[in-house]
Nanobody, 114 residues
């Protein structure tokens, strides 16, 4: 069973930046994707960004050019750098691992407000 632990959420003003981290409890082998999802109140959970074991990245249109996903295999960590944050980015952000299983972190709150 893989455990994922997110950190780095918080309150930031519009136009500001935050970095999220997600640490996996074990090294992941084989094909996989690490993803960041978010869910705002009253909305469905949506994919924000993903990165595969082959380093292919994908982004939601709403965050392209502002968010960057990256990973450090040695640290078993995936990152989400978020720049030029907007109030509509406010949500709980979840880390997700998809390999032969589907694993989720507990989520971290990101609030963008003046």
């Amino acid at each position: 069973q893989v455990q994922l632990v997110e950190s780095g959420g918080g309150l930031v003003q519009p136009g500001g930046s935050l970095s999220l981290s997600c640490v996996a409890s074990v090294h992941i082998v084989g094909p996989y994707s690490m993803n960041w999802y978010r869910q705002a109140p009253g909305n469905q959970r949506e994919l924000v960004a993903g990165i595969t074991s082959g380093d292919t990245t994908t982004y939601a249109d709403s965050v392209k050019g502002r968010f960057t996903i990256s990973r450090d295999n040695a640290k078993r960590t995936v990152y989400l750098r978020m720049n030029n944050l907007k109030p509509e980015d406010t949500a709980v952000y979840y880390c997700n691992l998809k390999d032969i299983g589907d694993y989720w972190g507990q989520g971290t709150q990101v609030t963008v407000s003046s």
